[in-house]
């Protein structure tokens, strides 16, 4: 069967998609791991967490700490040994080479052009492997 592949192509803002895809992953019973290479980003990650929804709170947190195992959403780098095979939210330019050990594999896709020529790279890789990416344009829907 393979893994499931969702492409969330146009998107502003990278990480506030990410909160976002982390809260409705809580909200419906999965658990995620977020692979994000770059550290600065993986910070901002945390305290995005922290703040885009006031009130909410997403049980999160960074894939070598004790409580890694028993978190819902847990993030980390490049090659992260991750808890679960549940959800993998890629929001690295490169190929996750661990993600065929998951059940669902989501990239988030930014407007810049780096970011869609190497989001273009991996849908073919994800396609060559014979996997059926779907795609979903965010850039006409309203922020959340």
């Known amino acids: 069967m393979g893994t499931e592949i ?8 990278r990480l506030a998609a990410a909160c976002r895809i982390a809260a409705r992953a809580l909200s419906g019973g999965r658990r995620l791991a977020v692979r994000i290479p770059d550290e600065a980003q993986r910070r901002r990650f945390d305290q995005l967490l922290w703040t885009h929804e006031p009130g909410s709170f997403v049980p999160h947190v960074a894939v070598d700490s004790p409580l890694a195992g028993e978190t819902p959403i847990v993030f980390g780098g490049g090659e992260a040994a991750w808890p679960h095979a549940d959800v993998l939210l890629n929001l690295g330019d490169d190929l996750p080479a661990d993600f065929a050990q998951f059940a669902m594999l989501l990239e988030v896709v930014g407007t810049d052009d780096a970011s869609r020529q ?27």
């Open 118 to 144: 190497a989001a273009r790279t991996r849908w073919m890789h994800y396609k060559g492997c014979g996997l059926e990416p779907v795609p979903h344009d965010l850039g006409s829907k309203a922020p959340s």
């Open 6 to 13: 969702h492409f969330y192509h146009n998107t502003p803002d």
